[in-house]
């Protein structure tokens, strides 16, 4: 069993212990006993069913069958869609973020969540990408006017 629950990490957390043991609300210790074999009872097992509903308990328990429950595979999909989407959605306000902001994105990423951004913070985000893009614009009319005001001018002959 705890080379599916080592498969089960994989799946949650890139491999990563520490994260899963996170995840699940326990040690990193007590994780790496489970990993190990030893006092691998009824409460780990239930509190990862309860946790993942999407683990097939038959495979996790007996190793029959496949990881994830058939079913709930096409929901998997579809919410990584959707999560991917949504980070894809935020992405272009990359370029106005805070460094700090910039770090709870990436954070996030890292650790397959969303980002906490409240609505007042998007729709500050929206106000700063405009207001970039204003300046842009204004810039690159002046520019466009003095360029061609200096082509327009006459250069003496020789």
Known sequence: MNERLLEIIRYKTGGKQNAFAGLMGWSPQYLAKLVKGDNF???????????????NARWFLFGQG??????????????AMSHIQSLLDLEKYIPVMTGEEIREFEYAIKNSRYPNFTPDTLSDFKK??????????TIFTQATAKSDSLCKQRTPRE
């Open 41 to 55: 009872g009824l409460q780990p097992v239930l509190a990862i069913l309860s946790a993942f509903p999407e683990i």
């Open 66 to 79: 496949s990881m994830l429950e058939v079913g709930m595979m096409f929901d998997l999909q579809k919410q």
């Open 128 to 137: 700063r990408l405009t207001d970039r893009t204003d300046r842009i614009n």
